[in-house]
């Protein structure tokens, strides 16, 4: 498996790069790289890179870009997940990390009347996030906001904004059904804590223009319930693809 490596965009010049330093020592000291050796390397911002190192020594690991991709492992639409800060942090940062791996572009920590933690390790996240980007391949870095109140939160703007339900409702659609057909270019989809959201925030969110979705019979847990969200909108997207630009065409798509 190819390494990708972070590299942010402005340490791109002219066509070469030198890899920042924690960087360089992983690709000379861990995976004893030599000059000649391609890798790839994305910048966060959706730049994706195939490089040849050609200065490798001590100090300094330098490369030449051989090829550019834009929104490399992007999907075409926009999709924030709100999730209600969870009793076990690390609950919530697997999260992270699957959320970045099913191609979630913000994800929104959310303070409702029945999360029991408030405080949260933006730099912590930030890190989670960085290796996940760098193990699936996809070229924008999810932006992961301060915690939000969820009366702060049902005020963001989306084309589709869904508020995830659990208890059988007449006003619930099953996820799947709801995005048949959809062209959203961007959704915000909530997600309540272990306790749930309460009565009050449902209705809040319904006056305030959510649809309520079921993600199915059974009673998942919170971070169970964001995966399945996000797992939703990629599957139906990758299902919207014309099915003659395969993945691998579309792998190997280079800019013209
Ligand atoms: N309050 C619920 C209870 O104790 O019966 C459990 C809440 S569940 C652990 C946490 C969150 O996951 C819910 O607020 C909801 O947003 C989401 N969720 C869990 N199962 C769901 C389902 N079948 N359909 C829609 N959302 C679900």
């Known amino acids: 498996m190819t390494t990708t490596f972070y590299i942010p965009p402005e340490m791109f010049r002219d066509g070469w790069v030198v890899l920042p330093p924690d ?16 890798v790839v390397a994305v910048d966060g911002e959706g730049g994706w890179y195939r490089l040849r190192l050609e200065q490798v020594d001590r100090q300094t690991v330098g490369a030449r870009v051989l090829e550019t991709r834009r929104d490399h492992g992007e999907p075409p639409y926009h999709l924030t997940v709100g999730l209600a800060l969870l009793k076990q942090s690390a609950r919530f940062e697997t999260f992270l990390e699957k959320a970045v791996e099913l191609g979630v572009q913000c994800i929104l920590p959310l303070q ?12 912590r996240a930030q890190r989670i996030l960085v290796a996940a980007l760098k193990q699936c391949g996809r070229s924008r870095l999810p932006r992961v906001l301060p915690p939000q109140t969820f009366t702060e939160a049902i005020r963001k703007p989306a084309a589709l904004r869904l508020l995830c339900h659990e208890q059988p409702d007449a006003a619930s659609l099953p996820l799947g059904q709801l995005l048949c057909g959809q062209r959203m270019p961007n959704a915000l989809v909530l997600i309540g804590p272990e306790g749930g959201f309460s009565g009050s ?42 099915p003659t630009r395969s993945y691998h065409a579309q792998k190997h798509y280079t800019n013209p």
Request: aromatic residues 8%; positive net charge.
């Open 112 to 123: 409702t009347e029945r999360t029991e933690r408030v405080q949260f390790r933006l730099e």
């Open 201 to 242: 925030e449902v209705r809040q969110a319904l006056a305030a223009g959510f649809q309520l979705v079921s993600l199915g019979p059974r009673r998942l847990r919170a971070e169970t319930a964001a995966l399945v969200a996000a797992s939703a909108f990629s599957l139906y997207w990758e299902a919207q693809r014309s």
């Open 23 to 38: 960087e360089a020592h992983h690709a000379v000291r861990v995976l004893r790289h030599r000059p000649g050796d391609e």
